[in-house]
Nanobody, 122 residues
């Protein structure tokens, strides 16, 4: 059974930082492109950033470029999202996602995490 478990969300003041983690189990982690998505209340889920199977290639949405960084540790089956200079508009539920293969941006997500709430106060 595949599990993607996010952690690290919470309440932070604008300008602050958070690091989200997503621990994967039940899948061949190093064969999956890993991505982060987010969904704010009343809005559609949107792609935030992703990383290739090797970790050599990353892609970030324009809205977070220069502030957020996706990384992965294949030895730990974990993907991270470092979020700096947070803004109130970054408030959302953040989801980890896995897609078999190496496409960025992802086009056919195979597995989703349950999400973790990030709230940024002004």
């Amino acid at each position: 059974q595949v599990q993607l478990v996010e952690s690290g969300g919470g309440l932070v003041q604008g300008g602050g930082s958070l690091r989200l983690s997503c621990a994967a189990s039940g899948l061949t982690f190093s064969s999956h492109t890993m991505s982060w998505f987010r969904q704010a209340p009343g809005k559609e889920r949107e792609f935030v950033g992703g990383i290739s199977v090797s970790g050599r290639v990353t892609l970030h949405a324009d809205s977070v470029k220069g502030r957020f960084t996706v990384s992965r540790d294949n030895a730990k089956n974990t993907v991270y999202l470092q979020m700096n200079s947070l803004k109130p508009e970054d408030t959302a539920v953040y989801y980890c996602a896995a897609e078999f293969g190496g496409r960025l941006p992802p086009g056919n997500i195979n597995f989703w995490g349950q999400g973790t709430q990030v709230t940024v106060s002004s």
